[in-house]
């Protein structure tokens, strides 16, 4: 995982596997980002598979940037990991950027 800071936020390069192996590691870089409250973008381009545990680990930062008041947006969606998203409704959490282009060719696939 790679770190960008620029004046408008964070963007967050996540690769490989988000699944139980990969979660906790993801979810400890990313709250604390959240927590300062600044946008944050999460890059998965790179990202060829998301299990529950990915799935919870990205519904855990939603909630909490939810509370702070901070923008969350995916972008680089592959084509299988936004299947997965959309199918479990998980793309609705997050801000535009790809998510929502993503989300409407993914419901239209089904």
């Known amino acids: 995982m790679k770190e960008r800071r620029n004046k408008g936020g964070t963007v967050v390069v996540a690769t490989?596997?988000?699944?139980s192996e990969t979660s906790g590691q993801l979810l400890q870089a990313l709250l604390p980002l959240v927590r300062e409250g600044r946008s944050l973008r999460i890059d998965l381009t790179a990202v060829t598979?998301?299990?529950s545990a990915g799935?919870?680990?990205l519904l855990v930062v939603y909630r909490e940037a939810q509370h702070a008041g901070v923008a969350v947006t995916l972008y680089g969606v592959s084509e299988e990991v936004r299947f997965v998203m959309s199918a479990t409704g998980f793309l609705d959490f997050f801000s535009a950027g790809e998510a929502e282009a993503a989300n409407a060719k993914a419901r239209a696939a089904l």
């Open 16 to 19: 490989g596997e988000i699944n």
């Open 49 to 51: 598979y998301v299990s």
């Open 55 to 57: 799935l919870r680990t």
